[in-house]
């Protein structure tokens, strides 16, 4: 379509959608083939061919005093998940240099609960500074609402990449979580930008928000300058305060890849749950709008071995490195 070959043009040379852009609106209901070419025009112009791709472990888990719905590890919910205390050390190296030996460009410990504190936390900056003398891997970490102070020490310790999603809009958030608030999300996010790191945000889609929220989460993250963008797509756990929910569509995934990518141009708009909904696993995503995922064993959900994916970046002619 002529007006989305010429949005894409507008957001070449320098353009930023602002919410009040009619074109905003006309994504929800134009061609989605012609709206995925111009997402994969964009992601081309802006990425280039490469593929990031990340990988993570669930450094403890389980027992979270937190309410958000979707979650299988808060104490609230009854799903039967694993629950274990903080992992040790040679386990974490271990994976971390499988990963890195497997092909993997970041590598990230997360972590159930509000915060990362106390011994745990220690344990935590004990592994991230070995894994930055041992290995040469990037490093992300993922413990929740920290302090300036612990971010700082996070920084020193060697990592680089700071996970925290906003999940979804100010709006909706309430009817997700009520025992933090989105402006604590938001705070967090800022601290850890003010620190220095890069910080990976973004959400779940499928929660029974409304394309608006969707659009609404899309304009915050462009707002607070985020350069990783996940996005989940909900694989409702019996137990959680969602269940029994439906999996949207490929479609509906697609559509809102290529709308986050037109609203964040130059983010890594980043795969993550709820990838195996679309057709081959998500690999046209990544020709239309997707510059990396979250690859290997994820948390609660079933997830891509790196082999896998690394084979599909070659079939496609795209890279990882």
């Not at 609106?25 to 964009?42: F, K, V, W």
């Not at 300036?148 to 909706?172: C, M, P």
């Not at 081959?280 to 082999?307: Q, R, V, W």
Request: aromatic residues 6%; glycine residues 10%; contains cysteine.
């Amino acid at each position: 379509m002529e007006a989305i070959s010429d949005m894409v043009r507008r957001i070449c040379g320098g353009y930023r959608l602002t919410r009040e852009d009619p074109f905003v609106q006309s994504m929800l209901t134009c061609p989605l083939p012609a709206l995925e070419e111009g997402a994969g025009q964009l992601q081309r112009h802006f990425c280039g061919n490469h593929i990031d791709f990340c990988t993570i472990i669930n450094g403890r888990s389980g027992r979270c005093s937190e309410n958000c719905k979707y979650c299988a590890q808060a104490a609230c919910h009854h799903t039967g998940c694993e629950e274990y205390g903080f992992l040790d050390q040679e386990t974490i190296i271990a994976n971390a240099r499988a990963n890195q030996e497997a092909g993997a460009n970041r590598f990230a410990i997360v972590t159930s609960g509000r915060a990362l504190v106390g011994e745990d936390f220690e344990k935590a900056l004990a592994a991230y500074s070995r894994m930055k003398k041992e290995l040469t891997i990037d490093l992300c970490a993922s413990h929740g609402i920290l302090s300036r102070e612990q971010l700082h020490r996070l920084h020193a310790a060697g990592v680089t990449s700071y996970h925290h999603n906003i999940e979804t809009s100010r709006r909706f958030f309430p009817q997700i979580c009520t025992s933090h608030t989105f402006d604590d999300r938001i705070r967090t996010i800022k601290a850890a930008q003010a620190e220095g790191f890069c910080v990976c945000s973004g959400g779940i889609i499928g929660m029974g928000e409304t394309w608006e929220d969707r659009i609404n989460m899309a304009f915050t993250l462009q707002g607070l300058g985020i350069e990783s963008i996940p996005i989940n797509a909900l694989m409702a756990i019996p137990g959680t305060g969602l269940e029994g929910r439906a999996p949207l569509s490929g479609d509906e995934i697609m559509r809102t890849i290529a709308l986050f990518r037109f609203i964040n141009p130059t983010a890594n708009i980043r795969l993550a749950a709820g990838r195996k909904l679309l057709p081959k696993n998500g690999e046209n995503a990544f020709l239309s709008g997707a510059s990396a995922s979250i690859t290997g064993n994820m948390l609660t959900t079933s997830g891509t071995t790196i082999k896998e994916d690394m084979e599909m970046l070659r079939r496609l002619d795209l890279v990882n490195q």
